[in-house]
């Protein structure tokens, strides 16, 4: 069945980077759209970034453009977001999502509803 496991949240004060990580099994990773996205406290799940299963062709959101970078490593069947100058505001649980059909385009008009499996989420906190 469908695998996707996070890693790499913790603390970080504002200004500063993590680097999460998504090791995905039991699913054709290479033709499938992966994606990125956070929760936090009381508010609803947001879309991060996504990468094509076209090699190249990735989508963020306006609010993380120039910070965040996602990349997939085909090889490992991973998926990794970099985030850089963190802001308190980057706070929340962070998903790995894979999306619900091979071969879909990112540009859908809701990813929350695009992509169907999910990791179980990693911390990230950011201090002012």
């Known amino acids: 069945q469908v695998q996707l496991i996070e890693s790499g949240g913790g603390l970080v004060q504002a200004g500063g980077s993590l680097r999460l990580s998504c090791k995905a099994s039991g699913f054709p990773f290479e033709t499938y759209a992966m994606g990125w996205f956070r929760q936090a406290p009381e508010k609803p799940r947001e879309f991060v970034a996504a990468?094509?299963?076209?090699?190249?062709?990735?989508r963020y959101a306006d609010s993380v453009k120039g910070r965040f970078t996602i990349s997939r490593d085909y090889a490992k069947s991973a998926v990794d977001l970099q985030m850089n100058n963190l802001q308190p505001e980057d706070a929340g649980v962070y998903f790995c999502a894979a999306h619900r059909k091979p071969y879909s385009s990112i540009m859908d008009n809701q990813p929350i509803v695009a992509f169907a499996s999910w990791g179980q989420g990693t911390q990230v906190t950011v201090s002012a």
């Open positions: 990468s094509s299963w076209s090699v190249g062709l990735t």
